[in-house]
């Protein structure tokens, strides 16, 4: 029986021993894994769906991270609280705060995954070269997003330009324009294969002018004006791409303006008839994970919560004592919607930026797209179907700080729909009053739209000193709005952010802006009673978040100064 035994284990020895190794490499069948997710187009196709569903989100989707590129600045400021939310920045602003440390991985996340398709996309067959070459623009299009964002809000950033296969902790910085280089470099590569506006295989999609629109912003960025005005200038050019002045769309027989008609439901794709956007988020109202009636309300990630964040509590502003009572039955359709009021627009915003004769005129600071009044629709009040500015004075003067940043506030409309929500958020259909989900942006929203890139341009003529082009260039897009013209001699770089707060006030990324021009500290404190006390010199850049720092044991991932 030993004898047996001992026969039996040297048996077992040779049979492991003599295995072939590839019959204990995993193959999935039935599961995806890194092996098997990347092997025809399509599965590229699905990864780049998801880089468009993250810029969706990180512009104003569920996760509202979006609303700090805008308060703490010269547009807007955090409504509830001064110690908080980027109101008192010595506070909130640290190597350690969520803020910092969610930008960073939400981009860091795109990079990544832009990597892993350059990477895998080099061993799967296209039927023809162009297909391959759209998507691989497609990835360094968002790679180069990524770092556009990365640098503007950092600073010069860590570079990763392959696919990570296993943990890293040996990161070190870029200097600022190398990062600048980056983000250029495959924004160029981008832009050379992508297709036109006009061309591109679904609204929504990267084009070649999303491209050079990026690119104009970066050669800024860089110092390079005469780049910048060439990028510009190619969209600029395009004869696809033209501002809208005058009424299309939905609601074009409507009294409006071509502004208002920007920003009205299913008017932001060219579908629509609408030349100017340049890339266009899309929200599918009617698709479940776009925003199907079932799931479509402020706690789904795929809705843009504009409405929700931005827009005053106007439904609960109090009639005059002694009467006291709610000038509106419920939030409605008719005024905007239930707002929330995280975010209130600056006075700079809302009345400094409208002087010099532009307030009666300049069509975008008309009743239709900044409500600065509301009717009063509660039958039970005897101010019935009066409007607030009916009420007196006296009743104005005893409005509290509190009431000003959160009820009796100007409402950027364009952030809502009015007279415009779904059937299915709406309680009842003859009062238009909304749900208690209500609160999002029932329409597309712009990442980029040509407005912009005159202004872009007109930044890089006046980098050059060649103020009449500068002037030229933001009179194009005042005219729009009838707008008195800008002289040359009153072009700075202050009258051109001025402009952008007109133009492009809750599209743009603010924040971004102004820490690229170094000059987020000193408009903040200029314009911004909140966050202004507390602004300090080194926050023109957010810190480096010091998780990133702490696990970077095999490298020194500097920390930026002030920190």
Not at 351 to 380: A, C, F, L
Request: charged share 25%.
């Amino acid at each position: 029986m030993k004898i047996l035994k001992y026969i039996s284990i040297i048996c077992l020895i040779f049979a492991i021993g003599s295995c072939d190794e590839d019959l204990l490499d995993e193959t999935p069948k039935d599961f995806l894994s890194p092996n098997n997710s990347f092997t025809k187009p399509q599965d590229i196709e699905s990864a780049l769906n998801h880089q468009y569903n993250r810029i969706r989100s990180y512009n104003g989707g569920k996760y509202w991270d979006y609303s700090y590129l805008h308060y703490g600045t010269d547009l807007a400021q955090y409504s509830r609280s001064k110690t908080s939310y980027l109101g008192d920045y010595s506070s909130t602003l640290l190597p350690t705060s969520g803020i910092v440390s969610n930008f960073w991985s939400k981009y860091y996340r795109m990079i990544y995954n832009s990597n892993v398709i350059l990477s895998r996309i080099e061993d799967i067959d296209y039927p023809s070269q162009e297909e391959k070459d759209i998507h691989i623009g497609e990835a360094k299009f968002f790679r180069g997003y990524a770092y556009r964002c990365l640098v503007h809000l950092y600073g010069g950033v860590p570079l990763v330009d392959t696919e990570t296969t296993s943990p890293r902790r040996d990161f070190v910085r870029a200097t600022k324009e190398a990062t600048l280089e980056f983000a250029i470099n495959d924004l160029e590569a981008a832009a050379a294969v992508l297709p036109g506006v006009e061309e591109v295989s679904a609204e929504g999609k990267a084009s070649n002018a999303a491209a050079n629109h990026l690119l104009a912003e970066l050669y800024l960025a860089l110092g390079d004006p005469d780049k910048a005005i060439a990028a510009a200038t190619a969209v600029i050019d395009d004869p696809n791409i033209e501002l809208m002045t005058t009424r299309f769309g939905s609601r074009m027989n409507e009294d409006g303006d071509p502004y208002w008609d920007l920003h009205q439901v299913n008017n932001q794709n060219r579908s629509s008839g609408n030349k100017e956007g340049i890339f266009v988020i899309q929200v599918d109202n009617s698709t479940a994970g776009g925003g199907a009636e079932d799931n479509y309300n402020y706690n789904n990630s795929n809705a843009l919560s504009f409405e929700r964040n931005y827009g005053p509590i106007y439904w609960q502003i109090k009639t005059p004592e002694p009467e006291s009572v709610n000038i509106q039955f419920g939030p409605s359709t008719q005024e905007g919607g239930r707002p929330v009021a995280f975010v209130t627009p600056t006075g700079h915003l809302t009345q400094t930026i409208w002087g010099n004769g532009n307030w009666d005129v300049d069509q975008r600071n008309n009743e239709r797209n900044i409500k600065r009044d509301w009717v009063v629709n509660n039958p039970s009040s005897s101010w019935y179907g009066k409007k607030i500015s009916d009420f007196p004075q006296s009743w104005w003067d005893g409005l509290s700080e509190q009431d000003t940043m959160m009820y009796v506030t100007p409402y950027i409309t364009k952030v809502t729909t009015v007279n415009d929500h779904p059937s299915f958020i709406l309680l009842n259909e003859q009062t238009g009053e909304v749900n208690s989900l209500a609160g999002i942006t029932y329409h597309d929203w712009y990442l980029m739209r040509v407005a912009e890139t005159y202004l872009l341009r007109a930044e890089a003529y006046l980098m050059k000193g060649e103020n009449q082009l500068a002037a030229n260039d933001i009179n194009q897009v005042r005219e729009r709005s009838n707008a008195i013209p800008v002289e040359a001699g009153d072009v700075d770089i202050d009258y051109i952010l001025d402009e952008r707060l007109r133009e492009l006030n809750y599209e743009e990324p603010r924040r971004m802006t102004l820490s690229r021009l170094g000059l987020l500290v000193e408009r903040t404190r200029k314009y911004n009673p909140y966050s202004g006390p507390t602004i300090q010199d080194h926050n023109n850049l957010f810190p480096i978040p010091y998780g990133e720092i702490e696990r970077n044991t095999l490298e020194v991932l500097e920390q930026n100064p002030g920190y």
